[in-house]
């Protein structure tokens, strides 16, 4: 089993930056790959980056491209993901999540945070 606890929510402004964390326990970590996703109200829930967690590559979504980085602290087990230039559309509750691959689609991850509420106003 694999416990995550997201962090670092809050209500900013547009332009601002936020960091995000999401702390890791139970089984080695090593093995799996850490993503991040949101759901926007009324919205489905919708990938926004992933990363291996045993070499550090990263996947995201194209509407966040340039923008945020996901990234990990292993001595931690600790991910991140830093968002800079936010946008009212970014308003969402943000999950990580730890599946064996880096998948863009939700339903292949097996392990969930209680997701961390981002508000971004205009």
């Known amino acids: 089993q694999v416990q995550l606890v997201e962090s670092g929510g809050g209500l900013v402004h547009t332009g601002d930056s936020l960091r995000l964390s999401c702390a890791a326990s139970g089984r080695t970590f090593s093995s799996y790959a850490m993503g991040w996703f949101r759901q926007g109200p009324g919205k489905e829930r919708e990938f926004v980056a992933a990363i291996r967690w045993s070499i550090g590559n990263t996947y995201y979504a194209d509407s966040v491209k340039g923008r945020f980085t996901i990234s990990r602290d292993n001595a931690k087990n600790t991910g991140y993901l830093q968002m800079n230039s936010l946008k009212p559309e970014d308003t969402a509750v943000y999950y990580c999540?730890?599946?064996?691959?880096?998948?863009?689609?939700?339903?292949?991850?097996?392990?969930w945070g209680q997701g961390t509420q981002v508000t971004v106003s205009s």
């Open positions: 999540a730890a599946a064996g691959g880096m998948y863009s689609d939700y339903v292949r991850y097996d392990y």
